[in-house]
């Protein structure tokens, strides 16, 4: 039906009075009933999002950590400082105080591959139950550059929240990799126009502190044409961690600058070249290559210590979902009990570290170790233990199997 001139229009749908129930009269501005509804949803929406998270239940750090300890072995130090952080974070969001403006408290971890950085992370949104991202900070690349912007961390936070934006806000972004974004450092810095190191961290001050950002919906570049949505970075944890290589180096020359004609590094406590990371001080960051103003919207440092042999047969075997327990319940679904001895689970580990690949490659190793008794288990129908030894592990050889009593059976 075409519109009369003189007739009134919605300001917001356009459309006429003739084509709605009914049609309200502001001050220069008209809205139609269909345009109260979707605004009224629009708003309960977001006082339910609020209420939820008033109502949520924030534990202490003592509960967060007990929690972590169930999913990871070890790191008591980063576990008590990350869980503070936390704490303090969700805290000033439940209870905002009127009287001053607290900040966030964003993390950075730093320790070795396969030391648990990125278990951590994951384990605590697991329990806090709030929209989490992972997101590989390589990709990145300074706006205008091939790569992808750095506003396209928050649409996978977006996608775990399934679009709402109110909840996507108070989530928590793990950003891997950190350490690849230093800019060059030493005696040969690269004389290009460093896009993937020093600009990322300038593109990324923006969004580790309060600050509204525009956010493709669906990523990849931004161009002028397509509609954003304007996310708000103010209550978002971000959680940074990063192997950073070489930094071990620069540590030990501050320290042996000040410990000469005093203690030796034995004397203070440091042994091997990773456990000197727990001495860190944000100098020595930016000295490996971050920008100052980056270190400073990072207040909480935590360091994980390198995992013996020791700590990763406890990975192995304590953890909730330990990988061990997993394998036994594959065995266990066969009608087959698998037996690991505690040789083959020290085997296991000192591979793992001889790889350098920590935590992370326990599993593979297991794998490769177990594939030919899995290949061939679901037809092995008179087979009730398969034994794992040392020698299973390290030469590849036939576990121990023990058969059923087939005639004891047929009785």
């Not at 030391?115 to 806090?128: F, N, P, V």
């Not at 993937?196 to 502190?209: D, I, T």
């Not at 091997?272 to 944000?282: D, F, H, I, K, N």
């Amino acid at each position: 039906m075409p519109r009369k001139k003189s007739e009134p229009a919605c300001s917001f749908c356009g459309r006429p009075a003739s084509q709605v129930k009914r049609l309200i009269s502001g001050i220069n501005a008209y809205i139609c009933d269909d345009c109260i509804k979707l605004a009224y949803n629009i708003i309960s929406e977001e006082e339910e999002t609020k209420k939820r998270f008033r109502t949520f239940h924030l534990p202490t750090p003592e509960e967060i950590k007990e929690f972590l300890d169930q999913y990871v072995v070890g790191q008591d130090r980063a576990k008590k400082a990350i869980a503070v952080a936390v704490y303090n974070h969700y805290k000033r969001l439940k209870n905002p105080p009127k009287d001053i403006e607290l900040e966030k408290s964003n993390v950075l971890l730093i320790g070795p591959t396969g030391s648990g950085k990125t278990l951590i992370a994951r384990t605590l949104a697991k329990m806090l139950d709030v929209p989490f991202a992972i997101y590989d900070v390589t990709s990145l690349t300074e706006a205008g550059y091939v790569g992808e912007d750095v506003e396209n961390i928050f649409v996978r936070l977006l996608q775990a929240a399934d679009y709402d934006l109110e909840r996507a806000q108070m989530g928590i972004i793990y950003l891997d990799e950190i350490d690849k974004i230093a800019k060059p450092h030493g005696d040969n810095p690269s004389i290009t126009r460093d896009v993937s190191g020093e600009g990322v961290q300038q593109a990324l001050l923006k969004v580790l502190e309060a600050n509204v950002v525009n956010v493709p919906p669906k990523g990849g570049r931004k161009h002028p044409e397509q509609e954003f949505i304007r996310f708000d970075t103010r209550d978002v944890l971000f959680i940074m961690g990063g192997a950073f290589v070489g930094l071990e180096n620069i540590i030990k020359e501050r320290l042996g600058k000040r410990a000469v004609g005093f203690l030796s590094e034995e004397d203070r406590g440091i042994k091997g070249t990773e456990s000197v990371l727990r001495y860190v001080e944000p100098h020595d960051i930016i000295k490996f290559g971050f920008i100052p103003e980056f270190i400073g919207r990072v207040p909480v440092i935590a360091t994980l210590d390198p995992l013996g042999v020791d700590d990763l047969v406890r990975i192995l075997t304590e953890p909730k979902n330990a990988i061990v327990k997993q394998f036994k319940k594959y065995f266990e679904m066969e009608g087959v009990e698998l037996v690991i001895e505690k040789s083959a689970l020290r085997k296991i580990a000192e591979i793992a570290i001889q790889r350098g690949t920590g935590a992370r490659g326990l599993r593979a190793i297991l794998e490769n170790a177990l594939l030919d008794i899995m290949f061939k288990l679901p037809s092995m129908k008179d087979v009730k233990k398969i034994i794992i030894d040392e020698k299973v592990i390290a030469e590849n050889a036939l576990p121990l199997m023990v058969k059923r009593d087939i005639k004891k059976k047929a009785k």
